[in-house]
């Protein structure tokens, strides 16, 4: 939203929490900085200062609020040019990129397939600050979740929220917040459960929690996920720093609040923001579903709250889309979870009874023979077609993350063999959080709109822009 200071008061003097994650205030009579939805009073017109996001307000001097603790915030959801390029550089900054490679923003742009200079030039207009700037916040607000929330030593903090080390980590905690970081353990209870860790992610409501679960259970994968009427739980490798990070995490629903509880098994506690980034795409948490549903129209009405699954890794999403191509959901199960069998590892489960073996990295799968796989009862061409995407992923032709190119991915995907325009706008959709995405060519698409022919439904799906994957699950959810 533009920031026009009378607007942002009076959405202050609300509490509205459709504006919670759209700005932050900072208060100068305090050197505080709040969300909008923040229960402490009102404070004066003249002593406030609205910014785009928690890094601009913390770069002019303000220290984050105690109580409504801007860290936990719900993100912004964009989907034109620049802010999609800003998001898709944040997602690749929480996932850890600024941390685990030596070419800094540099890096950072190549992968994204910019230059440096176009990178801060967005990241200022987004944020009003630079991405090392906005990476550095990022980093400080989950160490001070982490030390309020969990009982990890404060080595562990440190090095989980991304800093090289300790001494930085004391300095720069110090410097931004006034206090030193031993100050907060003093002062907070550790919650934190015996044996995991406990985070909560904030989402817009409202949010159609028992339609995500029902659609996670129907595709879930025996040993890697588990889905109850009231949890997903699944397993993780996140590499990074040059070590593999292996475990489990656990996703609920928060009762009477607009948050998804998150436990993490200790395995994970260095690449948290991976696991964080990765829950807040998989569950969709930066939608805002009153934009969706005021283009959706009355497609919407029945649910509003409806998201768009995201995924956990994009060359497992890729894969599962291979596997299922023309065969039912339940087939498709059944071939993937012989696959996790016979090429996934085990992993020490977060529950006794949760899910205890991996995915199949991409490395597992390229340069076999199709025939191994054909062997599990794949078809020979899908057997050739998983082959070949996990080859293009190895050798860095085909990056599948939300941060990636999406029309580049598109193109790359269909050059596959046997991968077109349905798989490929699939993994658009899911594996690269593409809001626009759209199957032209799915049999329950072209029978909900009452279409024979593609072309048709293309130009049917133009009234729903730029959110026609939401229109897809609608369309989806109301055929079953």
Not at 144 to 168: C, I, Q
Not at 310 to 317: I, K, Q, W
């Amino acid at each position: 939203m533009p920031l026009d200071a009378d607007s942002c008061y009076r959405a202050l003097q609300a509490h509205d929490p459709r504006f919670d994650g759209k700005f932050f205030v900072g208060v100068s009579s305090t050197g505080i900085y709040c969300r909008p939805v923040c229960t402490v009073r009102s404070p004066r017109r003249e002593n406030c200062h609205f910014f785009a996001s928690a890094a601009a307000a913390e770069v002019e001097g303000y220290r984050p609020c105690m109580r409504c603790r801007p860290e936990l915030a719900p993100g912004n959801a964009g989907v034109d040019a620049t802010a999609r390029l800003a998001q898709a550089a944040v997602s690749l900054i929480e996932n850890g990129i600024l941390d685990d490679e030596d070419g800094g923003v540099e890096g950072l742009a190549a992968r994204m397939g910019v230059t440096s200079r176009h990178l801060r030039r967005i990241f200022d207009a987004e944020f009003g600050v630079s991405p090392v700037e906005y990476a550095q916040t990022q980093r400080l607000l989950l160490a001070k979740r982490l030390l309020t929330d969990t009982a990890l030593p404060m080595t562990e903090v440190a090095l989980a929220s991304g800093f090289a080390s300790v001494r930085r980590f004391n300095a720069l905690f110090k410097d931004r917040y006034r206090m030193p970081p031993g100050r907060l353990r003093k002062e907070g209870t550790a919650r934190a459960l015996p044996g995991r860790l406990a985070f909560e992610l904030a989402y817009r409501p409202p949010y159609d929690w028992a339609s995500m679960l029902s659609f996670l259970g129907a595709r879930a994968i025996a040993g890697v996920e588990d889905v109850t009427p009231d949890a997903y739980r699944r397993t993780l490798a996140i590499a990074q720093r040059g070590a593999v990070h292996i475990g489990g995490i656990e996703v609920r629903r928060v009762p009477r609040k607009a948050a998804l509880a998150v436990a993490v098994s200790p395995a994970l506690a260095r690449v948290v923001p991976a696991v964080l980034a990765r829950v807040k795409h998989a569950f969709d948490l930066t939608c805002d579903p009153a934009v969706v549903a005021a283009a959706l129209g009355g497609l919407a009405n029945g649910h509003p709250g409806l998201r768009v699954p995201g995924a956990f890794d994009g060359f497992e999403l890729a894969a599962r889309a291979v596997v299922g191509q023309q065969i039912t959901v339940r087939g498709a199960r059944t071939l993937l979870g012989r696959l996790v069998h016979a090429f996934g590892g085990a992993v020490a489960p977060l529950y006794a009874d949760g899910p205890a073996r991996l995915f199949p990295a991409p490395s597992c799968i390229a340069g076999r023979s199709p025939t191994e796989l054909t062997r599990l009862g794949l078809t020979g061409a899908r057997a050739r077609s998983l082959v070949a995407l996990a080859e293009a992923v190895v050798n860095g032709e085909l990056e599948l993350s939300p941060g990636a190119d999406v029309d580049g991915a598109v193109r790359r995907l269909q050059a596959l063999p046997g991968i077109g325009p349905w798989t490929a706008q699939y993994v658009a959709m899911r594996a690269l959080g593409w809001p626009d995405a759209f199957p032209a060519n799915d049999l329950v698409v072209l029978k909900a709109l009452g279409e024979t022919r593609p072309a048709r439904a293309l130009i049917r799906s133009e009234a729903w822009r730029p959110w026609r994957a939401y229109a897809v699950l609608h369309l989806w959810r109301n055929a079953t």
